[in-house]
């Protein structure tokens, strides 16, 4: 079913919404290969039978729980180089999202899981279609925990009911984050990129501490100091720092 939307915000153009996919971010993925597909065009399921995770993971949800959802955006003069700054916008908006519902700090895991305290609330996966040196197109694929409140997951997520013990209406919630999602993008596509860069800093998980990270196949205590603009993550192990992208080095916690 498609309504259009008319509001304040300027995304999204469209809402397509489904009872039931595979994944709204494979769903969005073919109809995106048409040129003609609107920048804006949100694909939003209740139910996904084969929610896509980071890492060819999983992402399981509870029927008519959760936001699971998936937009599409052209982002105009982003070069390539830039690219990590839609996954900190996208970020930042979902952290602003949950943020706005309960009182308790939300953080942002490198590179753009969601936490409230230490557990996730949730995820973000970004599918880019890139031709030459040109962004065509970005799929936003965002998971929001809302209302489910038993996770079979072993590591041990949350929702905004479950920190709180409110009911949400899923399409106030979803309200919420399009705003966010639009002023994020507003300030990217501005090139507002040192409130981004220094909002997503100010947020990070665990900046400045001693974490356990998996490298090649190695446990390794590291210092965190920083995320590169490029989206890698500048850590120092046992006295030598060195640049790992997302690939390299990922979080044992
Ligand atoms: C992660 O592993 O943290 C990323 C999870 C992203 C899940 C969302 S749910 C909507 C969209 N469709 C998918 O298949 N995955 C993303």
Known sequence: ???????????????????????????L?????DDSVEEGTLVWALHQTNGKGQHSNRW???YGKNLTLSLLLKPKDLALS???????????AVRDSVSSFINVDVSIKWPNDILVDTQKIAGILI????????????????????????FLSENNPTSL?????????LRDVLNVLLENISSRYLQLQLKNYKNIDTEYFQHLFKVYTEQKFIIGNE?????????????????????????YSY???????
């Open 1 to 27: 079913m498609t309504t259009a939307f008319a509001q304040l915000q300027f995304l999204p153009s469209q809402i397509l919404e489904f009872e039931e996919l595979s994944s709204t971010n494979d769903y």
């Open 29 to 33: 993925k073919d109809l995106a290969s």
């Open 60 to 62: 399981l949800s509870e």
């Open 82 to 92: 830039e690219l990590f700054r839609l996954s900190k916008a996208i970020s930042l």
């Open 127 to 150: 599918e880019n279609s890139i031709q030459g040196d040109k962004i065509k197109h970005c799929i936003v694929g965002i998971g929001l925990n809302v209302n489910q409140n038993f």
């Open 161 to 169: 009911q479950k920190i709180t013990g409110n009911i949400y209406s």
């Open 219 to 243: 446990t390794k205590e590291s210092f965190i100091n920083e995320v590169l603009p490029d989206g890698s993550i500048v850590l120092t192990i046992n006295g030598e720092k060195k640049t």
């Open 247 to 253: 690939g390299e080095a990922r979080w044992k916690i």
